[in-house]
């Protein structure tokens, strides 16, 4: 009986106190659950295990995957209670801000740099009627293309030049003259490629591209010799008719006032109106109806460079590029007055994108010039195709394209050469 006893409180203190423990145990784990949740949640979100838990839940909503046998995810969309923390959110959303300014940027680029540029066909404005300039300011760099003339004759239609054998005529080569100062200096220079030998390659075989050049001359000292040498010029007329005349005089008249070489913006231009009046008037000695016209502006001056050039042989500074803008819409204004179209280098060179004609940075306007004053490469290739495309616009039957060749292709050529015409004797 005392032994029954005995075991039944045993038996008693033993599911007592596993009791207990069990309880302890549910208590610690409770509390182990409560501590791991307020751990949880001061934890910071910037954690490494936080923002991989993050990655793998945005994944699993985003990718498709198979869950309990069935595909699920790739709809783009997250859970609601998917644990998706500010740490990643900020990640995704800067890559997506990233790609979307690239994107923008992309195609403003290319709207402004190839869109808009065959868009903008070169036009006249209304009050520079007989003004032409290459179609807009010049962009350091940045190639102007060639305007195709619209021929006015074709070889089958009057005005072209016959290749029949059994015409008698003398063949006659065309001439142009081109007078100029000192932004001719280095005109034939192959090493710049100058603008008067850029001229000459385009009318080869077709006309003779003469150059009357004088560095240093102003307006008023060509105007005194003008008439001798455009006499002396047209004693070949009966061979060599002179077809175009390129006058580019202005870059030594702009010289300031306490210069040798200095002429007033008025006298300029009535020097300028005395030129172009001896050729196209026919109350004058050299009055030639066949013969054109083209007048070119100033080009820009480079203040400090053309400075520095001056200072290194012991001189001062005797230019400014203010100045010469005058002069260069002097030149333009002669040429509106007088109905002969007019290269605007001055514009072509210094004015900006936008049309404003601000005066560039000295950095970019050694783009074009060498020294300050005369032209580079570019400053060349600016002119050179500057006169090229007024004269498909304003003169198309004495561009290259138009003008006829005097002998015929290779390809038109009979093998004994009967084709060719002879020459006339003066």
């Known amino acids: 009986m005392e032994n029954d006893q005995t075991e039944s409180s045993i038996r008693r203190r033993t599911t007592v106190g596993t009791g207990n ?32 838990r993050d990655k793998r839940a945005y994944s699993e909503a985003t990718e498709p995957h198979i869950k309990n046998g069935r595909t699920v995810g790739g709809t783009g969309r997250l859970p609601r209670d998917a644990p998706f923390t500010p740490s990643y ?9 990233i790609a979307f300014v690239s994107l923008v940027v992309t195609v403003t680029f290319f709207y402004f740099k190839i869109i808009r540029g065959l868009l903008e066909a070169p ?3 209304p009050d520079r009627e007989f003004m032409y300039s290459m179609g807009g300011p010049m962009d350091a760099g940045e190639p102007r293309a060639l305007v195709t003339p619209i021929c006015p004759f074709s070889r089958d239609q009057e005005g072209y030049q016959s290749l029949d054998v059994d015409n008698d005529e ?20 192959h090493a710049t490629s100058g603008w008067v030998a850029s001229l000459s390659d385009e009318w080869s075989g077709k006309a003779d591209v003469v150059l ?12 005194s010799i003008f008439p001798d040498l455009l006499h002396q010029e047209s004693k070949s007329a009966a061979t060599t008719p002179i077809k175009l005349v390129i006058v580019a005089l202005g870059t030594d008249d702009a010289a300031l006032p306490h210069t040798r070489q200095h002429v007033s913006p008025d006298q300029y231009k009535e020097n300028l109106r005395s ?4 050729i ?8 030639s109806p066949d013969t054109q016209v083209i007048l070119v502006t100033p080009a820009p001056v480079d203040d400090p460079t053309w400075e520095a050039s001056l200072a290194g042989v012991g001189h001062s500074l005797d230019r400014s590029n203010n100045v010469t803008q005058e002069y260069a819409q002097a030149c333009a204004q002669v040429g509106e007055e007088l109905h002969v179209p007019v290269v605007d280098i ?8 936008d049309g404003s004609c601000e005066l560039r940075e000295s950095s970019q306007l050694s783009d074009y010039l060498m020294d300050g004053l005369h032209l580079r490469r570019m400053g060349n290739d600016v002119l050179y195709k500057g006169i090229l495309n007024t004269v498909a616009h304003h003169y198309p039957q004495l561009h290259p394209i138009c003008w006829p060749s005097v002998f015929p292709g290779y390809s038109d050529q009979s093998p004994e050469g009967t084709s060719l015409k002879r020459h006339c004797t003066p």
Do not use: E, M
């Open 21 to 52: 423990n069990n309880g302890a145990t549910d208590s610690n784990k409770n509390n182990n659950r409560n501590s791991n949740n307020s751990s949880s949640t001061l934890a910071p979100d910037s954690t490494t295990d936080h923002l991989d």
């Open 89 to 97: 959110v900020n990640v995704y959303t800067v890559n997506s801000a």
């Open 123 to 125: 036009q006249l404005g």
């Open 170 to 189: 003398c063949v006659l080569f065309g001439k142009i003259v081109v007078l100029a100062d000192s932004i001719s200096k280095y005109g034939y220079s």
């Open 212 to 223: 009357r050049s004088f560095p240093g001359y102003n307006t008023r000292w060509i105007r």
């Open 275 to 278: 030129i172009v009046t001896s």
């Open 280 to 287: 196209r008037y026919p109350d004058t000695p050299n009055y």
């Open 346 to 353: 001055w514009s072509d060179i210094s004015c900006q994108l």
